[in-house]
C-alpha cells in the first residue's frame, strides 16, 4: 500500500515573503525591484490603460447611439406615413376608377 506524504504550505512563510519583496521598493528605479513587484504594477499599468480605453471607445459609441435614437422618431412617423397611405391604396385606385369613369 502507498503511503502518502503530507504536504504542508506554511500560508505565513509565503506571506512574509510576499511582503518582504515590497518593502524597501525605490519608486525612482523600479528596475530593480523585485519580480512580483513589477509584475504587478505592469499588471495595474496593463489594467488602468485597458478600462480607459475602453470607457473612450464607448464614448464614441454613445454618441452615435444617442443620434441613431434622435432620428428613430423621424423614421418612425415617415413609416406611420406611408402605412396609412398603402393601407387606402386599394380605396384610392377604386376612387381613381370612378373619376375616370366618370370623366369618360
Known sequence: MAKFKKISIDFGQIGEQVKAQFAGL???NPSVWPILPRYALFGLV???VLVLSWFVWLS???TELETDQA???TLKDDFEKKLTKAVNLDALK???EQVQQ???
Open 71 to 73: 432620428s428613430e422618431q
Open 102 to 104: 366618370y370623366v369618360t
Open 26 to 28: 525605490d519608486p525612482k
Open 60 to 62: 464614441d459609441f454613445q
Open 46 to 48: 496593463a489594467l488602468a
Open 94 to 96: 377604386k376612387q381613381r
